[in-house]
Every structure is written in C-alpha cells, then in structure tokens.
C-alpha cells in the first residue's frame, strides 16, 4: 500500500482522509502491524481502484 499511496504522491495523512481513517491508521497497515477490518479493506480498495487480493496478497 505505501507504494501505491507514493505513486499517486499522496501523504499518509491525504490517504487516511480518503479513507477516513486516522493517519495512525494508515501507518500501522503500511507497517503491517495491523490488518484493516473488512469495511477498511474495501475503501483501500475502491481508492486505489484495484481488488482486495492486488492490494494485500502475499507475494510469494
């Protein structure tokens, strides 16, 4: 997510309002030291506009 987020040239706090979320929020998920819920997921989604499974698979 964080290249994503630099890609468009966003701020973790521009990101956090697009989701609204807090900017700790976006932090932590970028740092994997926290899973979205559900609702979070979709919004990260339908911002960057890519699927769920694009955004947070497992690379192998």
């Keep these: 997510m964080t290249e994503l987020r ?3 040239g966003w ?3 521009e990101l956090a309002e697009r989701l609204s979320v807090s900017r700790q929020t976006v ?7 926290f ?6 997921a979709f919004r990260i ?3 960057f ?4 499974e694009e955004i ?3 690379a192998p």
């Design 45 to 47: 989604s339908r911002v």
């Design 35 to 40: 899973d979205p819920s559900l609702p979070v």
């Design 56 to 58: 947070f698979l497992d």
């Design 49 to 52: 506009g890519l699927s769920i």
């Design 27 to 33: 932090n932590a998920i970028e740092k994997e030291k």
């Design 11 to 13: 701020t973790q706090g």
């Design 6 to 8: 630099a890609e468009r």
